[in-house]
């Protein structure tokens, strides 16, 4: 088939959920998930359900934006360049309007079947995705990781304010937890995959500061996340068997982030601490917030209370 | 279009529709359900 003839062929379905990149939202989900499981407070398991799938639909369509907006950057990009609208298999503007719509349909259905606050967040988690993050800044400072982090820290916040109603200090530091550890996750990732960022022009830590630089900024995150992860702890809003978890996984954090900032890669380097790190890194967000639904459900008014 | 192209233009087309048709199924059946939980 021709290139031409695959322009005005109707888009598989399959491409348009691939738009919605369900790997970055199998994570939104689960936060999104344990912040409504973790939270005080009883809600319907159909409403409990439907806030969750409107934090799905609300990734997914703020990722199919991200995509419409990217589309020129991916094309020369060897990772990206399968994806639908380089691949030339979904128009640009199919992916904008879908983009819109499942934006739109997941704020309304939040807003009228849930709470109106949660659908502000989650309005205001897209907005800053798609344009605060992917328009705006992502091009323009070697910080954009640090910036995008705050996108993937809505969910949990979200599915918080889903039960309760209210934003309190709780769902702020869910928020501030992945907020801190999304920069020595990618970063650990970006030292050890060689990506073509700098030949689109996105300007990618390692590649503006340098390896050392970026090597010692992981090791200031994780030790930043410490006191965080450890915070609702401190706070007495939850018990001891989320308190042990975020103390012991941070600490292994901080270790395996400075085995990672104590070195420097050789040539023909194997990047075996960094590897390390990153596994580790998507082991500990699992595990914390596995640990916060537990702590609830075992010693707060929960599950077995 | 070629035949080939047509087939694989019907294909595509069916897919689509079958795919809309179950996401409005889901959603139908959703708001039904949130329907009496809220009116609960």
């Given at each position: 088939m021709s290139d031409s003839a695959a322009l005005y062929l109707p888009s598989d379905w399959r491409d348009f959920l691939a738009l919605t990149k369900p790997r970055v939202m199998s994570l939104a989900i689960f936060t999104g998930l344990a912040g409504l499981l973790a939270a005080p407070g009883h809600i319907h398991p159909v409403i409990g359900f439907t806030a969750v799938l409107c934090i799905a639909l609300g990734a997914g369509g703020a990722a199919a934006l991200n995509q419409w907006w990217e589309a020129d950057i991916d094309a020369a990009m060897k990772r990206t360049a399968g994806r639908p609208i380089p691949g030339g298999r979904v128009r640009k503007t199919d992916a904008r309007d879908f983009g819109i719509a499942l934006s739109a349909a997941s704020v309304g259905i939040m807003g009228v079947a849930v709470n109106w606050l949660a659908a502000a967040i989650l309005a205001l988690s897209i907005v800053y995705y798609?344009?605060?993050?992917?328009?705006?800044l992502k091009p323009r400072t070697p910080q954009n990781i640090v910036i995008g982090g705050g996108a993937g820290a809505f969910p949990p916040m979200i599915g918080w304010v889903a039960v309760t109603g209210e934003v309190t200090l709780m769902p702020v530091l869910l928020f501030a937890i992945i907020f801190f550890w999304t920069p020595p996750h990618f970063w650990a990732l970006a030292l050890f995959v060689q990506t073509d960022y700098a030949k689109v022009g996105i300007p990618m830590m390692p590649v503006v500061k340098g390896e050392a630089s970026t090597r010692r900024q992981i090791l200031g995150y994780a030790i930043l996340l410490l006191p965080i992860a450890g915070a609702p702890w401190f706070i007495g809003s939850t018990g001891a068997i989320y308190g042990g978890a975020a103390v012991l996984l941070s600490l292994v954090f901080v270790y395996l982030a400075a085995l990672v900032a104590s070195r420097r890669a050789g040539p023909g380097d194997a990047m075996k601490p960094e590897k390390r790190l990153f596994g580790f890194s998507v082991l500990y967000l699992f595990a914390l917030f596995a640990a916060l639904v537990a702590d609830r459900a075992i010693l707060g008014q929960g599950l077995f209370a | 279009m070629t035949p080939e192209e047509e087939i694989e233009f019907k294909r595509r087309r069916k897919g689509r529709n079958t795919a809309l048709a179950l996401v409005l199924l889901f959603f139908v059946a959703l708001f039904y359900a949130i329907t009496f939980v809220q009116f609960g």
């Open positions: 798609a344009v605060v993050y992917t328009i705006w | -």
